[in-house]
């Protein structure tokens, strides 16, 4: 880096204050130096937040239309405050669109990995249920393919997953990531030769240039009102736990190995999305271990520290009761102590510290449903 970027980056951020019920803008500054943030009151013209480290904000956080917690806000960066940062991070960071296509939670695991081993990092993801005219959309470039009526057949009505991925290049590095649309003519190695067995079921769909990969987020990720029409949660709110994996667990691209975890260990998936969690809904969230768990306010800290999974997770068995036996799979709070009593949980695996131990699940029985509606029905809106 030289010039102007050794010293900050500068970016024009939108918060919406709900107590004003207004959006403020601010001058969003980030300092590599020592990965501190800066954030100035455009229309009082003051200082708003003083230098601060923010915990799990990089550079790579930074791309137009992300979201970033600061210091319990939740900041949308719409623009580049300058020349310089647009030319330097315009050229760096790309989004990109792409769906998982009905598969073992297990191997849609794997896809995930994959993505971030090759430096793509997953921004926006959610399961939902396509309908005919969403495939219609998604698929819009190849419907004079002869291909397009078993597409439409194969995923009308199919559960997909749904992914944002940001990166260097993204879109460009996803296309060699996945490989060729026909399994058979893929590059080893790619995830299509690895997963895919026919032009149809071919694991992945992703957008082929950068204007696509945007209509395609806009599609697939509508605000509300319209979130609540097109492409929704799939929660059955039936015999479910609910399952967090933390942001730390997230940055460090452990949520793949955390669903083939969950598929082995004998659960599914209904329901996915990825949300990120305020200050005052975390604490909230919370609430009961307050006073009780010296840990409450780290905890807070961390589940509101940037973007987390929430899913709504079923036992396989009918016969079990989900939340107490998922419980069992998650293990110990402490990692510690879940390596050295069941190292095969999912603590044991993921986590590092009390605080930061990868996984939230649902602690009685009778708490899964409550919980399971907090994020998908509360938090959703």
Known sequence: MEGAYKDKYSFVGEWYDNQASLVRRFNVFYYPTDDTIEMY???????????????????????????????????????????????????????????IK???????????????????????????????DD????????????????????LSGQLVYGLELVGKDAVQVCLKTIGH?????????????????????????????????????????????????????TATLSNCTLCVVKPHAIREGKLGAVLETIDEGGFEVTALN?????????????????GIVQEYKGMVDE???????????????KNLNTAVEFRKLVGPSDPEIARLLRPYTLRAKFGKTKVQNAIHCSDLAEDGLLEVEYFFKILEL
């Open 303 to 317: 589940l509101s520290s940037g973007p987390c999974i929430a899913m709504e997770i079923v036992a396989k068995d």
């Open 102 to 132: 009905p598969m073992q939670t297990k191997i849609a695991g794997k896809i995930l990995t994959h993505f971030h081993e090759h430096g793509l990092c997953i921004t926006k993801m959610k399961k939902t249920r396509l309908q005919v």
């Open 135 to 154: 495939v219609n959309m998604l698929y819009r470039h190849l419907q004079s393919d002869a291909t397009f009526p078993f597409l439409l057949e194969y």
């Open 274 to 290: 990825m949300f990120i969690v305020e200050n005052v809904n975390a604490a909230e969230f919370y609430e009961v271990y307050k």
């Open 181 to 233: 649309s026909d399994p058979a003519k893929a590059e080893p190695g790619t995830i299509r030769a690895l997963y895919g067995s026919d032009r149809v079921r071919n694991c992945v769909h992703a957008s082929s240039n950068a204007q696509m990969a945007v209509e395609d987020i806009e599609y697939f990720f509508p605000p509300p009102p319209m979130s609540t029409v097109r492409l929704r949660m």
């Open 41 to 99: 009151d455009l229309k009082n013209r003051k200082t708003f937040v003083r230098r601060v480290k923010v915990n799990g904000v990089t550079l790579d956080n930074f791309y137009i239309g992300c979201i970033i917690s600061i210091l319990g806000r939740l900041v949308k960066i719409v623009d580049f405050a300058c020349e310089d940062t647009r030319k330097k991070l315009h050229m760096d960071m790309q989004v990109t669109f792409v769906i």
